[in-house]
């Protein structure tokens, strides 16, 4: 029984001693696949070593390790799995809290990622990354509530199981593209080390008008000279097309051997065998190229000193047949992070990726365009181009329309897939209705014009009191309904500096003149017919009716309730109607078109259908006599007698054209 203890104790130990031998060749392979770049097979080899390994500080490094390779291939959310792992190991770097926000933004997961970005800014207050992520937290809800006119669409034609990705059109045109593809048909079959798919090639797909779809995409290159067995792809064109600069990835068992740019030249239908641009030194990365319109100058990914850290955006201009004297493209477009995936348009805007700048998670598209001074002003597309996944390798169609397409990893996606993009034009329209003041019932055979600052002027029939009508873009515009028996009404609108489509509301509402109109507003000193400050805007809203009326006269009526005597209260209304025509007169209006006239309080008010439904003592028609008043409650005679002392001015004519004098003769 003892000896037999003692012999599972040992090839117990003997387990143990192999697991631990074993858990310790995987990570130190793991860890050489990490420090060369090979991600993929990193996780493969730590996986297995975090298994079987007992050492708990190897474990807590192997999680952040795990962490690490799955962000850098962009797997967030097992990378968040593994950041938390080491965190709660009690991994003492804090960049892993940063990173583990990172990866909860980019699985929507908001409230815990403000939270961990706190954490991390708590010791590290000044992190620009950190308030970027945290701020964007509170950005992209309303962003993806309030998305860009862009429309997306997947081309599903273009996508595969595999990752497809930076699709570029050849000479500008919309029906051929040049594509990369880690597709089944790649040349030589080989799996990735970096992300465990197959090493990428260079894919041709023309567009099938009459199926009106892209073809299956097919490899451009079948002779091993364009496409090989390390990763081929990230195209550049020069404007008509016939020359393509390329970047190659090359890996060893051991090494980084780098990214490197290569250019070809299209011939009689087939491209030469390429040549490596001598660009930045062994073991630097040189990628994701972009050429100028004009094939001058060259944008170009790389790690070379001199940058912002990270991977960092620089262009080179070419001199004589070749491109030298790489310039970075400074701290407004290149930080810290990794900005990757120029493109530059004919209109100078520069395009590229960044996971540093404010984005929605992961890597997002960012404009920049230079503005007076020649600083670059960069900003974030937003939704639907970006998303919490990946958005990178957008490329434009030439011509007026802004089309074209990238590449995203984003949900619904198989793996990096080719997304369409098109900007809509920008429709405005407006619909409104013509209504009764008094009685707000649509105003049928009412008319609308319509005058705007591009030279529009329109005049049209509102039918049953409506209207609707597509507006321009960068014009103001003045709305006047108008019909005979009512005063006009106008309103302003503008689709000056409008980024989006809207539609517009614009209702009219005419005032009948067969009745007295009311005036609110105007005060005057008690017993006095001194015009107090605040009457001004009521006052300056009359002058504007009759310049919008300029054909009409009118007659100020200024009314008293009944405490005091007939004659002071006549006297009083009458310099009170004076003070207001005064007013007008100062403000320009033709004195031929105003009358003044104090009626006292000889002119008790009747309660039209509106003023009713303000007073729930009041009927329609109720005439504010000093009888009907004294039978009110005190509180109800006090509202009563302050709607008799009004202003209101009535309509005498609708002809009234202006006179100008001759000139004396000189």
Same mark, same amino acid.
């Given at each position: 029984?003892?000896?037999?203890?003692?012999?599972?104790?040992?090839?117990?130990?003997?387990?143990?001693?192999?697991?631990?031998?074993?858990?310790?060749?995987?990570?130190?392979?793991?860890?050489?696949?990490?420090?060369?770049?090979?991600?993929?097979?990193?996780?493969?080899?730590?996986?297995?070593?975090?298994?079987?390994?007992?050492?708990?500080?190897?474990?807590?490094?192997?999680?952040?390790?795990?962490?690490?390779?799955?962000?850098?291939?962009?797997?967030?959310?097992?990378?968040?799995?593994?950041?938390?792992?080491?965190?709660?190991?009690?991994?003492?770097?804090?960049?892993?809290?940063?990173?583990?926000?990172?990866?909860?933004?980019?699985?929507?997961?908001?409230?815990?990622?403000?939270?961990?970005?706190?954490?991390?800014?708590?010791?590290?207050?000044?992190?620009?990354?950190?308030?970027?992520?945290?701020?964007?937290?509170?950005?992209?809800?309303?962003?993806?509530?309030?998305?860009?006119?862009?429309?997306?669409?997947?081309?599903?034609?273009?996508?595969?199981?595999?990752?497809?990705?930076?699709?570029?059109?050849?000479?500008?045109?919309?029906?051929?593209?040049?594509?990369?593809?880690?597709?089944?048909?790649?040349?030589?079959?080989?799996?990735?080390?970096?992300?465990?798919?197959?090493?990428?090639?260079?894919?041709?797909?023309?567009?099938?008008?009459?199926?009106?779809?892209?073809?299956?995409?097919?490899?451009?290159?079948?002779?091993?000279?364009?496409?090989?067995?390390?990763?081929?792809?990230?195209?550049?064109?020069?404007?008509?097309?016939?020359?393509?600069?390329?970047?190659?990835?090359?890996?060893?068992?051991?090494?980084?051997?780098?990214?490197?740019?290569?250019?070809?030249?299209?011939?009689?239908?087939?491209?030469?065998?390429?040549?490596?641009?001598?660009?930045?030194?062994?073991?630097?990365?040189?990628?994701?190229?972009?050429?100028?319109?004009?094939?001058?100058? &060259?944008?170009?990914?790389?790690? *070379?000193?001199? @940058?912002?850290? %990270?991977?960092?955006?620089? #262009?080179?201009?070419? !001199? +004589?047949?070749?491109?030298?004297?790489?310039?970075?493209?400074?701290?407004?477009?290149?930080?810290?992070?990794?900005?990757?995936?120029?493109?530059?348009?004919?209109?100078?805007?520069?395009?590229?990726?960044?996971?540093?700048?404010?984005?929605?998670?992961?890597?997002?598209?960012?404009?920049?365009?230079?503005?007076?001074?020649?600083?670059?002003?960069?900003?974030?597309?937003?939704?639907?181009?970006?998303?919490?996944?990946?958005?990178?390798?957008?490329?434009?169609?030439?011509?007026?329309?802004?089309?074209?397409?990238?590449?995203?990893?984003?949900?619904?996606?198989?793996?990096?897939?080719?997304?369409?993009?098109?900007?809509?034009?920008?429709?405005?329209?407006?619909?409104?209705?013509?209504?009764?003041?008094?009685?707000?019932?649509? &105003?049928?055979?009412?008319?609308? *014009?319509?005058? @705007?600052?591009? %030279?529009?002027?329109?005049? #049209?029939?509102?039918? !049953? +009191?409506?209207?609707?009508?597509?507006?321009?873009?960068?014009?103001?515009?003045?709305?006047?309904?108008?019909?005979?028996?009512?005063?006009?009404?106008?309103?302003?609108?503008?689709?000056?500096?409008?980024?989006?489509?809207?539609?517009?509301?614009?209702?009219?509402?005419?005032?009948?003149?067969?009745?007295?109109?009311?005036?609110?507003?105007?005060?005057?000193?008690?017993?006095?017919?001194?015009?107090?400050?605040?009457?001004?805007?009521?006052?300056?809203?009359?002058?504007?009716?009759?310049?919008?009326?300029?054909?009409?006269?009118?007659?100020?009526?200024?009314?008293?309730?009944?405490?005091?005597?007939?004659?002071?209260?006549?006297?009083?209304?009458?310099?009170?109607?004076?003070?207001?025509?005064?007013?007008?007169?100062?403000?320009?209006?033709?004195?031929?078109?105003?009358?003044?006239?104090?009626? %006292?309080?000889?002119?008790?008010?009747?309660?039209?259908?509106?003023?009713?439904?303000?007073?729930?003592?009041?009927?329609?028609?109720?005439?504010?006599?000093?009888?009907?008043?004294?039978?009110?409650?005190?509180?109800?005679?006090?509202?009563?007698?302050?709607?008799?002392?009004?202003?209101?001015?009535?309509?005498?004519?609708?002809?009234?054209?202006?006179?100008?004098?001759?000139?004396?003769?000189?």
């Amino acid at each position: 029984m003892k000896r037999t203890f003692l012999a599972v104790v040992g090839i117990s130990f003997i387990i143990i001693l192999l697991a631990g031998c074993s858990a310790q060749k995987h990570y130190r392979l793991g860890t050489v696949s990490y420090e060369i770049g090979e991600y993929y097979r990193a996780t493969e080899k730590f996986r297995k070593a975090y298994r079987k390994d007992k050492d708990l500080n190897r474990k807590m490094q192997m999680a952040y390790q795990l962490g690490d390779a799955y962000y850098k291939i962009g797997e967030y959310a097992k990378a968040a799995i593994w950041y938390k792992n080491a965190i709660r190991r009690g991994y003492p770097n804090r960049e892993a809290l940063l990173y583990y926000a990172d990866c909860l933004r980019a699985t929507k997961k908001f409230e815990e990622a403000v939270e961990s970005y706190q954490l991390y800014l708590d010791s590290v207050p000044d992190d620009v990354r950190a308030i970027n992520g945290r701020d964007a937290c509170l950005y992209i809800q309303d962003w993806e509530e309030n998305p860009t006119r862009y429309v997306v669409n997947t081309v599903r034609e273009l996508n595969s199981k595999h990752s497809d990705y930076a699709p570029v059109f050849v000479g500008g045109r919309d029906n051929e593209i040049l594509m990369t593809s880690a597709r089944e048909e790649v040349t030589g079959n080989r799996e990735s080390s970096i992300t465990g798919e197959f090493s990428a090639d260079i894919f041709r797909s023309e567009f099938q008008v009459q199926r009106q779809k892209w073809g299956e995409p097919k490899l451009i290159d079948e002779t091993g000279m364009i496409n090989t067995e390390d990763e081929d792809g990230a195209v550049a064109l020069s404007g008509n097309g016939d020359q393509m600069i390329f970047t190659r990835a090359r890996y060893d068992k051991f090494n980084n051997l780098g990214a490197e740019l290569y250019s070809a030249k299209m011939s009689r239908g087939n491209w030469s065998e390429p040549i490596k641009i001598e660009i930045v030194g062994d073991s630097l990365i040189a990628a994701h190229p972009a050429l100028s319109p004009n094939g001058d100058v &060259l944008y170009f990914v790389s790690d *070379r000193p001199g @940058g912002f850290g %990270g991977k960092d955006i620089w #262009m080179a201009t070419k !001199d +004589g047949g070749s491109f030298s004297n790489p310039v970075n493209l400074g701290n407004k477009i290149n930080t810290p992070g990794n900005e990757v995936f120029p493109a530059i348009r004919s209109n100078g805007e520069l395009y590229f990726s960044s996971d540093y700048h404010m984005g929605m998670g992961g890597l997002d598209i960012f404009k920049a365009v230079k503005d007076d001074s020649g600083e670059w002003k960069v900003e974030n597309m937003k939704a639907p181009m970006n998303s919490s996944g990946d958005d990178f390798a957008i490329t434009f169609i030439e011509g007026e329309e802004e089309r074209g397409m990238f590449s995203s990893n984003r949900k619904g996606s198989r793996s990096d897939d080719i997304y369409s993009f098109y900007l809509p034009p920008k429709v405005y329209r407006v619909s409104g209705e013509i209504y009764n003041k008094e009685t707000n019932q649509r &105003l049928d055979g009412a008319r609308i *014009r319509i005058i @705007g600052t591009d %030279g529009t002027n329109l005049k #049209m029939r509102a039918e !049953d +009191g409506k209207f609707q009508l597509k507006l321009n873009p960068e014009t103001e515009y003045i709305f006047a309904g108008f019909k005979d028996g009512f005063l006009n009404d106008k309103k302003r609108e503008t689709t000056i500096g409008l980024e989006d489509s809207k539609d517009f509301r614009v209702d009219l509402f005419l005032t009948p003149t067969d009745a007295p109109i009311r005036v609110d507003n105007i005060n005057y000193e008690f017993g006095s017919w001194e015009l107090l400050p605040e009457s001004v805007n009521a006052l300056d809203s009359l002058v504007a009716i009759l310049e919008l009326n300029p054909t009409i006269t009118i007659e100020l009526m200024s009314h008293t309730d009944h405490v005091g005597s007939d004659q002071f209260n006549f006297d009083l209304s009458q310099k009170r109607a004076q003070s207001v025509v005064d007013y007008l007169i100062e403000k320009g209006i033709n004195p031929d078109r105003l009358v003044a006239k104090g009626y %006292g309080e000889t002119w008790p008010k009747k309660i039209t259908r509106t003023m009713a439904k303000n007073y729930d003592f009041l009927n329609r028609n109720d005439e504010l006599t000093e009888e009907f008043i004294n039978g009110l409650t005190p509180e109800q005679q006090e509202a009563a007698m302050a709607i008799n002392r009004r202003t209101e001015f009535r309509v005498l004519s609708t002809d009234f054209h202006e006179t100008f004098a001759p000139e004396a003769e000189q």
